[in-house]
């Protein structure tokens, strides 16, 4: 038997943390910048309960919602959306089909190479598809606080950063906006940025 991860043993609450009652507010400002077609499939990397998935599956053909965490991806299949497919594994390990935009709300920093993730997004779109992805500003490491057990790599992304590695992946009109800031219990308050870009 696998040792269940910290998202496993977090799963059934998740939706009731004070972080994922702020992040609601996420997927209709997300929404609001991805152009999206009835006809479209969708990838959610890292889909945990579905707090994107639910929200993006009843303006497109289908969700993939993407998480090795088998216990987040119950919570999401309990919610019954007929359109979400929910796939449990790695990114790493493939993906069963081609994308018209992969979103991701919060997950890539649990990525320790995030330029192989680039190249796995680049890689899962089809020409013309896009990225809308949500994550962290460079932080000091204070947002998670137990860094290790909840398997932070990475203390947020410096935007130039990332975008020289969604750039070396082939994907182009990459552009960042500040989508929400977070408060957290410790009194202090963090910004996430969503980033957009298009494979040509
Ligand atoms: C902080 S949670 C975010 C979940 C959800 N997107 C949200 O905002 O509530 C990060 C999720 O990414 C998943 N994850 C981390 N690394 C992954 C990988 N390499 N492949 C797929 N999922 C991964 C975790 O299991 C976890 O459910």
Redesign the pocket.
């Known amino acids: 038997m696998t040792t269940p991860?910290h998202?496993d043993t977090a799963a059934r609450d998740?939706d009731q943390r004070p972080t994922?009652v702020q992040?609601a507010a996420?997927a209709p400002r997300l929404l609001a910048q991805l152009p999206l077609s009835p006809a479209d499939q969708v990838l959610?990397?890292?889909?945990?309960?579905g707090?994107?998935a639910t929200q993006i599956a009843p303006r497109v053909a289908q969700v993939t919602a993407?998480?090795?965490?088998a216990a987040?991806l119950d919570v999401l299949q309990s919610k019954g959306h007929a359109n979400i497919t929910p796939l449990c594994?790695?990114?790493?390990a493939g993906l069963p089909g081609q994308y018209h935009a992969i979103v991701?709300?919060?997950?890539l920093h649990?990525?320790a190479d995030t330029g192989a993730l680039m190249q796995a997004f680049a890689d899962a779109l089809h020409s013309g598809g896009r990225i809308a992805l949500v994550d962290l500003y460079a932080e000091d490491g204070s947002f998670h606080g137990d860094n290790a057990a909840k398997?932070v790599q990475h203390f947020g992304f410096e935007p130039k950063a990332l975008q020289a590695l969604a750039e070396q992946a082939g994907l182009r009109d990459i552009a960042f906006t500040e989508i929400l800031r977070l408060h957290q219990r410790n009194g202090r308050d963090y910004p996430l940025f969503l980033m957009t870009g298009r494979k040509p």
């Open positions: 991860t998202f998740w994922s992040l996420v959610d990397f890292g889909a945990g309960t707090l994107l993407l998480d090795t965490s987040m594994g790695d990114i790493f991701s709300c919060m997950a649990h990525v398997g």
